[in-house]
């Protein structure tokens, strides 16, 4: 099992629509939650972090966090062409010298 | 303004070589880290330091090494030993320590010629 899981996707959705990006982590722990945003051939930039459990809205991006079933999610609303990237989870993992570990990503694709 | 600066942006290693890989920061933070991404991997930890002096083995160590002689600076070398080095390589900083976020520079890619 891998420590922090992503749908590696593609994820299609149709502008103005609301993109769902969910990740999944092991260690019961973990108390930060990090969602970057990658664009091809780019560095990964940070857009949310979380630490207690339910929703963080910042502008078009909402993270929510559930401790209890390990669970972590993006929601990008009104969803734009130039929101098309990867997707990044990244979770501190106490088991592993409280060091970040990331996903594999998932690749948003926004539809025109 | 304030930032990671890696150089340089792209770099071609024969094979038998060692190459050094730069990675500067001007954001006054005590951690660093390197990473390598595979193409269509996520981000695997090669090394990290939290302090000048000081530096710690990450998940893929093998066949690189580092040095922290300044807080500002954090190089990679990638030697010989390192089998399969082709790959896109980021540093990032942060200001809490690990577990805290984490800042990229712009990333090296890596090709062996």
């Known amino acids: 099992q891998k420590e922090v899981e992503q749908n590696s996707g593609p994820l299609s959705v149709p502008e103005g629509a609301i993109a769902s990006l969910n990740c999944t982590y092991s260690?019961?722990?973990?108390?930060?939650f990090f969602w970057y945003r990658q664009y091809s051939g780019k560095s990964p930039e940070l857009i949310m972090f979380?630490?207690?459990?339910g929703d963080k809205e910042d502008g078009r991006f909402t993270a929510q966090l559930n401790k209890a079933s390990q669970y972590v999610s993006l929601l990008i609303r009104d969803s734009q062409p130039s929101d098309s990237a990867t997707y990044l989870c990244?979770?501190?993992?106490?088991?592993?010298?409280?060091?970040?570990?990331f996903g594999g990503g998932t690749r948003l694709m926004v539809k025109p | 303004d304030g930032g990671i600066t890696q150089s340089p942006k792209y770099l071609f290693r024969k094979e038998g070589q060692n190459v050094t890989l730069s990675c500067e920061q001007n954001?006054?933070?005590?951690?660093m880290y390197w990473y390598r991404q595979d193409p269509g991997q996520g981000l695997r930890l090669i090394y990290y330091?939290?302090?000048?002096?000081?530096?710690q083995k990450g998940d893929i160590a093998e066949g690189y090494s580092v040095s922290r002689e300044k807080k500002e600076s954090f190089p990679l070398t990638v030697t010989s030993a390192q089998k399969n080095p082709t790959a896109f390589y980021l540093c990032?900083?942060?200001?809490?320590?690990?577990?805290?976020?984490?800042?990229f520079g712009q990333g090296t890619r890596l090709t062996v010629v």
């Open positions: 954001l006054n933070h005590d951690a």
């Open positions: 990244a979770v501190n993992m106490i088991n592993a010298g409280n060091m970040l570990t």
């Open positions: 330091s939290q302090i000048v002096n000081d530096f």
């Open positions: 979380i630490y207690s459990n």
């Open positions: 990032a900083s942060s200001i809490g320590g690990p577990g805290t976020e984490a800042f």
């Open positions: 260690d019961r722990g973990s108390q930060s």
